[in-house]
């Protein structure tokens, strides 16, 4: 009893100090591939940061304390970002494309799209998406066809995607 709460405390301590809590050795930012599914969605991270002790066995930490809630904002809401994925505005279902803010009008075919990602206060990554796409008819841009119900699955394959290299927030 004893020796599992002193392990939990060495382990709490580790990770105060910012260092790995199996091998103790320091939390450097790093860049780490990874890929998750969800239903038809999978998604493709490259060069995705995280706080890593070089051991791809070891839990990864979350590169800011904000990551995730941050990607969330960056994939779907951030007026500035120009990730391919289409909006969804206002009440409803509603979707409009990222790049030029039409109604989007077409229907969606199963694709794939890729952009840069900026997630505020670390590096940037690239990510991928296969799932259903669809073309704006206005400015002919490529994008995933980001409904409610598309976005809970990318959610899902993100969750996935975390869990195959045991990254955890802060
Ligand atoms: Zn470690
Ligand atoms: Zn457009």
Redesign the pocket.
Known sequence: MLTKLRMWLKRFERRRRGKCEFCGQPLILSRIDTSGSDENISIHFQGLPCLSCGDPMHPKRYATQEFGSNLMDTLYFAGESKFPASRIKGLGDSQH?Y??G?GITGSARRGQVSGVVIVTGTLEFSLKIAGPIVT?E??R?EQLYNTKDVSFHTNEAIVEAFKQISLKPC
């Open positions: 494309c790049s030029c039409k704006c206005f400015c841009s």
